[in-house]
């Protein structure tokens, strides 16, 4: 089993930075891609970004490329999403997940992928 424990979240203004961080507890996840999802009230969760299990590659929807970066230390069992340029429309719950499938080589986007979820933490931009 594996424990996946988010932080970070908060209450900013638009155009500011945020940095969550995902730690994860249990058994090993270094050969798994990670990836962020989010939530926003009455919408279905969504793909935020992704990193291979070696971090040399990643994927970002659309609405975040260029603002937002996902990394992770293997060693210290941690993902990062650092945020930058925050608008009102990236409020949502934010969930980090671990994909079902060791060593993939393309990250994914699907989310049924993944089977391994935090709890989320709240990010909430105000205009």
């Known amino acids: 089993q594996v424990q996946l424990a988010e932080s970070g979240g908060g209450l900013v203004q638009a155009g500011s930075s945020l940095r969550l961080s995902c730690a994860a507890s249990g058994r090993t996840f270094s050969k798994n891609p990670m990836a962020w999802f989010r939530q926003a009230p009455g919408k279905e969760r969504e793909f935020v970004a992704a990193?291979?299990?070696?971090?040399?590659?990643?994927k970002y929807a659309d609405s975040v490329k260029g603002r937002f970066t996902i990394s992770r230390d293997n060693a210290k069992k941690m993902v990062v999403l650092q945020m930058n340029s925050l608008k009102p429309e990236d409020t949502a719950v934010y969930y980090c997940?671990?994909?079902?499938?060791?060593?993939?080589?393309?990250?994914?986007?699907?989310?049924?992928?993944?089977?391994?979820w935090g709890q989320g933490t709240q990010v909430t931009v105000s205009s």
């Open positions: 990193i291979s299990w070696s971090g040399g590659s990643t």
């Open positions: 997940a671990v994909d079902r499938s060791p060593l993939r080589v393309l990250v994914t986007t699907i989310r049924s992928e993944y089977n391994y």
